[in-house]
């Protein structure tokens, strides 16, 4: 008789099977709601000193450039992730420096005088911890990430004023080399070797603060080294697969096998000329290189700032009045599966350089990104899975990055 609490309930519920419906699964939008739903590059500061833009407003979207803002990721359920400090590269002097790091801390005053401003709608996050206590009141995380350390100059106490603010995520280098690490793209310059050795004591006062190092833009030399040195893993905040598409940006199916097995995330970045190759028209052709004519061939990175404001503003009307032709959320997605292939879900997420240059044909905005849910769920991925990509990779690496300087 030992059994009969087990076999009374069963006959109970036998004799009124009839009436109990089998629950319902659930949407993938259900799924896609309760996950907590994190992008690892959000360039959207370079917008918050613009007149006419409003986090709070539904913004009319723009590939690129207007894709993040309260409306559109509320209809997106994307619960935040890490806005950016990003400093373009400048000549390595002192003086050079010192502007630049002026420059990153007014970037960093905008995403703080953002929160202050709209304290029911974001909050600053300094912790994992945080950011799931903030996403479980209804508000919207606010990490901030460095990219390009430049601004740092040589002064590596810099990094902890960071610190101090919230950033929480830093990248060495960004399209040329500088102080600290070879760039990706710089192909034309003397090779560094990876990393400097001011590149290196970057990564260890990393570790020590309890920042995560990002290695999107270094050369794969860099990103080795990075791994040698760092106490924990490597987030690669915005990156594509080079087995799929041969950019310099994108990363070798073995070096990402490396970055997952020592614990790092790919985030999965969708700004088309970086995931398939797309041919400009012959009209932007010619505006570019009359543009680069005007100024005498030079780098807009070698301009004055004065020089460097007209031509951004020319290249802005060129960009508008012959636009790139977009890649498409196909194309994005073949990236995030074959990364998913090669390394699993444990080691994939998203970056998609939103506000950045990101954006695809059918995924223009943050407002799409159930579609990423919904395609990963009819492709066999789980709740579990999905729980780790959207945000759950990012937010390990950071409890480690935390518990590496708590010791």
């Not at 002192?94 to 953002?114: N, P, V, W």
């Not at 004591?201 to 080294?225: K, P, Q, T, Y």
Request: net charge negative; glycine share 8%; proline share 6%.
């Amino acid at each position: 008789m030992k059994h009969l609490p087990y076999i009374l309930p069963a006959l109970l519920l036998g004799a009124c099977g009839a009436d109990i419906q089998p629950e319902e699964p659930a949407t993938p939008r259900e799924i896609h709601e309760r996950v907590l739903v994190m992008d690892s590059h959000l360039d959207t500061p370079a917008n918050f000193s613009k007149p006419d833009f409003d986090i709070l407003a539904d913004n009319p979207s723009r590939i690129g450039q207007v894709q993040v803002d309260l409306p559109k990721m509320e209809r997106g359920g994307l619960d935040g992730g890490f806005w950016v400090i990003f400093t373009p590269q400048g000549p390595l002097d002192e003086a050079s420096y010192e502007a630049a790091k002026q420059a990153a801390f007014t970037r960093s005053d905008d995403i703080l005088a953002m929160v202050e401003a709209h304290p029911d709608a974001f909050e600053l996050a300094y912790t994992a911890d945080d950011a799931e206590r903030i996403v479980a009141e209804g508000k919207r995380i606010v990490f901030q990430s460095i990219e390009n350390s430049y601004p740092l100059g040589t002064d590596l106490t810099v990094l902890e004023d960071f610190y101090e603010r919230g950033v929480r995520l830093v990248g060495p280098v960004h399209f040329r080399d500088n102080q600290f690490a070879d760039s990706a793209t710089d192909l034309s310059a003397t090779d560094l070797g990876g990393l400097t050795p001011l590149g290196e004591e970057l990564v260890r006062e990393a570790n020590r603060l309890g920042m995560m190092v990002d290695g999107s833009h270094a050369a794969d030399s860099a990103v080795e080294d990075i791994m040698e040195i760092s106490t924990t893993p490597i987030v690669l905040s915005h990156s594509g697969v080079k087995a799929l598409y041969d950019h310099p940006r994108n990363i070798p199916d073995d070096l990402l096998r490396r970055v997952a097995e020592n614990g790092g995330v790919i985030q999965m970045n969708a700004l088309g000329s970086y995931i398939e190759n797309l041919e400009p028209p012959a009209d932007r052709t010619t505006a570019l290189e009359e543009l680069a004519a005007s100024y005498e061939g030079r780098s807009p990175f070698d301009l004055t700032d004065e020089e460097r404001k007209q031509y951004m503003a020319r290249r802005g009307e060129i960009d508008s009045a012959y636009p790139m032709p977009l890649s498409s959320f196909e194309v994005f997605m073949e990236q995030m599966l074959y990364a998913l292939e090669i390394v699993g879900p444990e080691h994939v997420g998203m970056g998609a350089d939103w506000d950045g240059g990101g954006g695809v044909a059918g995924m223009e905005d943050v407002s799409l990104l159930p579609k990423v849910t919904e395609r990963l769920l009819e492709e066999g991925y789980t709740e579990a899975d999905l729980e780790n990509i959207w945000g759950g990779n990012l937010l390990r690496i950071m409890r480690q990055a935390e518990a590496a300087k708590a010791q």
